[in-house]
């Protein structure tokens, strides 16, 4: 296969769950996690409408992670585009846990938290 058709690619639009805080890493470098809702409603056979609430983990990384704690808050409302990035951790059981999280490659403010986000599906897009 192409190496073109692996593709690492996410695109989301929602609202923040909580503020984000600027964090610093042991090597010095800044970044801000969060959580980002995002909501799929359909209506079903019975004409009822149907949403599910999906939470994703997401961060920020360098000079965008202090504009991004400078201009969002809790409730905010964003849309993304990054990667899928796993990083590993211990519980408090001493036992190693992988997370999953987007690693943010762009984002911005939806401005009013009503706009409607259209993004057209392309089937020849392999992702």
Known sequence: MKESLYVNRVMLAGHLGYT???KTAADGKVFCRFNLATLTAWVDDERSTQKIQDWHR???WGES?????DECKSGTHIELTGRLQPRFTKDGLGMRREIVEVRVASWQVIS????KVQIPLDDSIPF
């Open 58 to 60: 997401c961060v920020v």
């Open 20 to 22: 984000p805080v600027l």
């Open 65 to 69: 992670a202090q504009e991004f704690v």
């Open 112 to 115: 009013g938290g009503r706009t």
